[in-house]
Structure formats: C-alpha cells, structure tokens
C-alpha cells in the first residue's frame, strides 16, 4: 500500500492549527475591534508603542464585571469575554511588532510562586 498523504498535508501539519481556536472568539473579538477602530483608530496599537499596564488593568476590569455578574459591556453591547480577548490580543501582536512598553513594577514578584503552592490539584490525598 502505498502513502496516500498529500505533501502539503505533511507540510500543513507542522504549522499552528489554526482551526483549534474557536470561531466565536474570532467573531466577537472582531466586533470589539471594530467597536474600537472607530473610537482609537484601526491597528492604533501598531502605530505607536503600548504600556502592558493599560491592557492588564483592562483585562482585569472586564474579568471582574464578570465575576460580579456583569455579561455584557454596557458600553458597547459585546460580552466582557470579547474585551479580554480583544485585550490580550494587542498585548500579544504589540509584543511581537516590538511596540510593547513593559512598564510593570520590578519582577519576579511573589504571584506565581504562592499560585503554585496553595494549588489543591497538586496535593496528594485529596
């Protein structure tokens, strides 16, 4: 039996599957970054540098509306979720351009090492 695999298809599935992230978070972080193209200008992040606190305290703002019960942005009428996506994608691509200004207090800070310890997955016998 001889292969059947098509050589683009060899190729193809060494690349980032794309096809994994799901169309939802495609269709409303796009509404959130049209929602913003017409209130900061499209691509702004990309024209110039970024702080990474803006966005952090961004993503935090829209995940404690969340938490405390809020869906929907009342401002734009986008899930919350769309907003932190949106977020997190411009601090990825500014970082990746090299627009991305890290201006967070000195680090390590302690955050991850106590995340760590008080995880309960990882103890035994429970």
């Given at each position: 039996?001889?292969?059947?695999?098509?050589?683009?298809?060899?190729?193809?599935?060494?690349?980032?599957?794309?096809?994994?992230?799901?169309?939802?978070?495609?269709?409303?972080?796009?509404?959130?970054?049209?929602?913003?193209?017409?209130?900061?200008?499209?691509?702004?992040?990309?024209?110039?540098?970024?702080?990474?606190?803006?966005?952090?305290?961004?993503?935090?703002?829209?995940?404690?509306?969340?938490?405390?019960?809020?869906?929907?942005?009342?401002?734009?009428g986008i899930p919350h979720a769309a907003h932190v996506g949106a977020?997190?994608?411009?601090?990825?691509?500014?970082?990746?351009?090299?627009?991305?200004?890290?201006?967070?207090?000195?680090?390590p800070g302690p955050a991850p090492g106590l995340l760590k310890k008080?995880?309960?997955?990882?103890?035994?016998?429970?």
């Open positions: 039996m001889s292969d059947q695999t098509n050589p683009k298809d060899m190729l193809g599935a060494k690349k980032p599957p794309l096809h994994l992230v799901a169309p939802v978070l495609r269709i409303w972080v796009s509404k959130v970054f049209e929602f913003s193209a017409r209130k900061y200008g499209p691509y702004n992040w990309r024209e110039k540098k970024v702080r990474k606190s803006i966005y952090l305290d961004a993503i935090c703002r829209h995940t404690d509306a969340m938490i405390d019960g809020e869906w929907v942005d009342p401002e734009t977020n997190v994608a411009i601090l990825l691509d500014a970082a990746e351009q090299g627009n991305l200004i890290d201006d967070m207090p000195w680090r008080l995880d309960e997955s990882k103890k035994k016998g429970g």
